[in-house]
């Protein structure tokens, strides 16, 4: 079924304005930034963990059910982890889990591991993951309770330690200089942290900044240049016109007044048009169209054919324009974020009547209402674009990929 036709007011209503950009826009750095320190969390942290794993079963001599359930409690979230940075999905979750588990597990330690044991000159297995369990709350905790971590978790193995030795005189000396290295060096990673993300975060606040002003300095430029077209057209044509008309004597000066009247209306009408260049509005073949689809296909370098079909016909010039440019966007769009493949593009004539264009490709796909808000492609490229010369733009896409129908039906 055909589309409604989108009107301009509706078309254009989809585009941010300029004061909405700063808030709205999608903010990539602060996000690469995460996925960034968590690829870097779950590297340190698998050399750390299977450094823990293998101390923990070459110096254990029995494993009963107390020490297996706290290697359960430790490396079973600590896994969980791992996969989670690796991918992407539920990184907060995760590590907060870890980090809760790795300190019920550190506090119980002394419950679990028979004190006559332990050695001063031998640090135990779970000491290995105590910086594992601060980068841990780096990726799930505010920044305050992430300092919490950084300064308690140290302090709790220093405990667990001295409670493990009976508080003997050969465990302080050791164990302070573990607790301190451990503290310098959970507050170092946590700091770095921060400011990464502050840097990330001031990225992404200049660039929304420097996309609003952009767009109010674009529609500044956009007003002033209707408004300077509007002036020369009614100066130069629409007067002209009027001038002639009020002249004329005879009936030929008559039908060249109404010649110039007819073409200054027209010129008038196409104003808004400006962005889809300024021309004839003398109609256009679809051959031509798809004439101007194949340049656009070879300029991109892409690997396609128009394929045409129904009759050939004729459309308004500005029609045209605007379609072979909406095209051009969808084809550049595919291009960059399907690199082209299963590109296909047909172009269907109906006559006189109308035409229509389907730009398809087998890429990733995407979904409309995700697209950050400063990103104008779409919205004002393809579907505000036709909605100016009374066309329609269906967009559908999905992981299979993505299908651009531009159509003009003759009112």
């Keep these: 079924m055909q589309a409604e036709p989108l009107s301009i007011r509706d078309a254009w209503s989809k585009i941010p304005s300029p004061g909405s950009v700063e808030t709205g826009f999608e903010r990539f750095t602060g996000r690469r930034m995460e996925r960034i320190l968590a690829t870097v969390v779950a590297i340190g942290s698998a050399v750390l963990g299977t450094q823990a794993l ?47 588990l790795y300190t019920l597990a550190l506090a119980a330690w002394p419950f679990v591991i028979d004190p006559a044991r332990a050695s001063a000159d031998r640090q135990p297995w779970i000491f290995f993951l105590v910086n594992v369990g601060v980068v841990a709350a780096m990726l799930a905790f505010p ?7 950084a300064v308690i978790l140290p ?13 003997a005189g050969d465990f302080w000396m050791t164990t302070a200089f573990d607790v301190s290295f451990t503290l310098i060096l959970g507050v ?3 700091s770095l942290g921060w400011m990464f993300r502050s840097v990330a975060a001031g990225v992404d606040d200049v660039r929304g900044r420097a996309v609003s002003a952009y767009a109010a300095a674009a529609a500044a430029a956009a007003a002033e240049e209707e408004r300077v077209a509007m002036s020369a057209l009614m100066h130069d044509s629409v007067l002209a016109a009027l001038i002639a008309a009020e002249r004329a004597e005879g009936e030929r000066a008559r039908h060249l007044a109404v010649g110039m009247a007819r073409e200054a209306l027209t010129r008038l009408a ?31 370098g892409a690997d396609a054919v128009v394929e045409e079909r129904g009759g050939v016909g004729l459309v308004p010039g500005r029609v045209a324009r605007a379609l072979v ?32 264009v389907t730009i398809s490709d087998t890429g990733p796909g995407f979904d409309l209402d995700d697209i950050g808000e400063d990103r104008l492609g779409i919205r004002a490229s393809i579907i505000a674009r036709m909605a100016a010369v009374a066309g329609t733009a269906e967009i559908s896409s999905d992981e299979q990929g993505t299908e651009i129908v531009l159509g003009w039906e003759k009112s």
């Design 143 to 149: 920044l305050w309770l992430q300092f919490v971590c």
């Design 155 to 167: 302090f709790v193995y220093g405990y667990v330690r001295l409670v493990q030795g009976g508080f």
């Design 270 to 300: 196409n104003t808004e048009a400006a962005v889809a260049q300024e021309g004839s509005d003398a109609p256009v073949a679809t051959a031509q169209i798809v004439m101007e689809l194949r340049r656009a296909l070879s300029e991109v």
């Design 188 to 190: 170092i990673i946590i």
């Design 54 to 100: 293998i101390a923990a079963l070459t110096t254990v001599s029995t494993l009963d059910t107390p020490r297996i359930v706290i290697l359960l409690v430790v490396f079973v979230p600590l896994v969980a982890m791992l996969v989670a940075c690796v991918t992407g999905r539920g990184v907060r979750v995760a590590s907060g889990a870890f980090a809760v």
């Design 325 to 356: 440019l909406a095209a051009r966007q969808a084809l550049g769009n595919a291009m960059t974020h399907a690199g082209g493949r299963g590109l296909h593009i047909v172009a269907e004539g109906r006559g006189d009547d109308g035409i229509s």
